[in-house]
């Protein structure tokens, strides 16, 4: 049996960082993470998406789905904040980040199992 929790810890600790990252006004975000909005959410969703599928591998319905509304939770709590702006296109972007995550996990752990 694997032991996922090295996962599952670096799952969540991306899951505090992007929240961290999202809700901090945008002006003290580090120059590495200015670059197209888009991207980041997309990238960011990505590696959430890996790191929550290989460490919930079970769960994967649970883990999509926790992810699609944590990102409509990102863009409320944006929006609510007063200093940050929502946008459901950001929404977008999380999920295709979340698309592209999936299939990359799926691919390599297909290939690897051959």
Same mark, same amino acid.
């Given at each position: 049996?694997? !032991?996922?929790?090295?996962?599952?810890?670096?799952?969540?600790?991306? =899951?505090?960082?992007?929240?961290?990252?999202?809700? #901090?006004? &945008?002006?003290?975000?580090?120059?590495?993470?200015?670059?197209?909005?888009?991207?980041?959410?997309?990238?960011?969703?990505? &590696?959430?998406? *890996?790191?929550?599928?290989?460490?919930?591998?079970?769960?994967?319905?649970? =883990?999509?789905?926790?992810?699609? #509304?944590?990102?409509?939770?990102?863009? =409320?709590?944006?929006?609510?904040?007063? *200093?940050?702006?929502?946008?459901?296109? !950001?929404?977008?972007?999380?999920?295709?980040?979340?698309?592209?995550?999936?299939? &990359?996990?799926? &691919? =390599?752990?297909?290939?690897?199992?051959?």
């Amino acid at each position: 049996m694997t !032991d996922n929790r090295p996962w599952r810890a670096a799952f969540w600790a991306l =899951v505090l960082a992007t929240l961290w990252l999202s809700l #901090m006004p &945008a002006e003290r975000l580090p120059p590495a993470f200015h670059f197209w909005d888009k991207a980041q959410h997309a990238l960011g969703f990505a &590696a959430l998406a *890996w790191f929550g599928l290989a460490g919930y591998a079970r769960q994967t319905r649970r =883990v999509v789905l926790g992810l699609v #509304m944590f990102g409509i939770a990102i863009e =409320v709590m944006q929006h609510l904040s007063g *200093w940050r702006h929502g946008d459901w296109l !950001d929404w977008v972007a999380d999920c295709a980040g979340l698309l592209i995550g999936y299939a &990359a996990l799926r &691919a =390599v752990t297909a290939n690897h199992m051959r």
